[in-house]
């Protein structure tokens, strides 16, 4: 894994370098796998990097997306690739790698407590940020902390109203809320699993 992630990052060196010529880059990895990355042109690497998440992401590879920023150094972990690892983990949680539909998903809950951990580390910086609050409102909404994820939800579209999934998940809380009052067993209906897939493929 770890020669992969560095052959990734050494391609997006050579091909910048080629670029941008005033750019340095330095590349190194440690015994621990961690790898190091430094741009003078600031932003320039980022933006790269952001470019590979994304692409890991539509071909569903999100541990791929965990592991690589989890290679960096402290650091280097902005609050955008922070933010990025959390929904990470909130779709491999819900999902697993390769976005494979079960009829009885087992989500894990561990991994959406580590997203929601992620997401707060960086809560400063991400106030006015609506995928911030939409993402932390998913973990929330999947470890049945639906109040919670009510605000998140509703925040979010205060600060976007032109989402296309944020509405549904806003009617999925407050139809959960209103069947927990009326002690009715919590099981989520096809609609609520067809909301999830249509915001893992848009956030």
Same mark, same amino acid.
């Given at each position: 894994?770890?020669?992969?992630? *560095?052959?990734?990052?050494?391609?997006?060196?050579?091909?910048?370098?080629?670029?941008?010529?005033?750019?340095?880059?330095?590349?190194?990895?440690?015994?621990?796998?961690?790898?190091?990355?430094?741009?003078?042109?600031?932003?320039? *690497?980022?933006?790269?990097?952001?470019?590979?998440?994304?692409?890991?992401?539509?071909?569903?590879?999100?541990?791929?997306?965990?592991?690589?920023?989890?290679?960096?150094?402290?650091?280097? $972990?902005?609050?955008?690739?922070?933010?990025?690892?959390? $929904?990470?983990?909130?779709?491999?949680?819900?999902?697993?790698?390769?976005?494979?539909?079960?009829?009885?998903?087992?989500?894990?809950?561990?991994?959406?407590?580590?997203?929601?951990?992620? *997401?707060?580390?960086?809560?400063?910086?991400?106030?006015?940020?609506?995928?911030?609050?939409?993402?932390?409102?998913?973990?929330?909404?999947? *470890?049945? $902390?639906?109040?919670?994820?009510?605000?998140?939800?509703?925040?979010? $579209?205060?600060?976007?109203?032109?989402?296309?999934?944020?509405?549904?998940?806003?009617?999925?809380?407050?139809?959960?809320?209103?069947?927990?009052?009326?002690?009715?067993?919590?099981?989520?209906?096809?609609?609520?699993?067809?909301?999830?897939?249509?915001?893992?493929?848009?956030?």
């Amino acid at each position: 894994m770890r020669h992969r992630l *560095l052959s990734v990052l050494a391609v997006v060196a050579i091909m910048f370098f080629s670029i941008f010529p005033d750019c340095f880059f330095s590349i190194a990895a440690a015994e621990s796998g961690h790898i190091s990355v430094v741009v003078e042109k600031e932003g320039t *690497l980022a933006i790269e990097i952001l470019k590979q998440i994304e692409q890991w992401h539509d071909d569903n590879e999100f541990s791929q997306i965990i592991k690589a920023i989890d290679n960096l150094p402290a650091d280097e $972990r902005t609050p955008e690739l922070i933010s990025q690892q959390a $929904r990470a983990y909130n779709n491999l949680a819900v999902m697993g790698d390769g976005m494979t539909k079960r009829e009885n998903p087992e989500i894990d809950q561990a991994q959406l407590e580590k997203a929601v951990e992620l *997401l707060q580390s960086v809560a400063e910086q991400s106030q006015d940020n609506y995928i911030w609050h939409f993402r932390l409102g998913y973990a929330l909404y999947f *470890l049945d $902390r639906e109040m919670e994820a009510l605000d998140c939800f509703e925040r979010s $579209r205060e600060l976007n109203p032109d989402q296309d999934d944020v509405d549904d998940f806003i009617d999925n809380c407050r139809r959960i809320l209103s069947r927990k009052a009326e002690d009715a067993p919590e099981v989520y209906t096809q609609t609520e699993w067809d909301v999830v897939e249509d915001h893992i493929n848009t956030y």
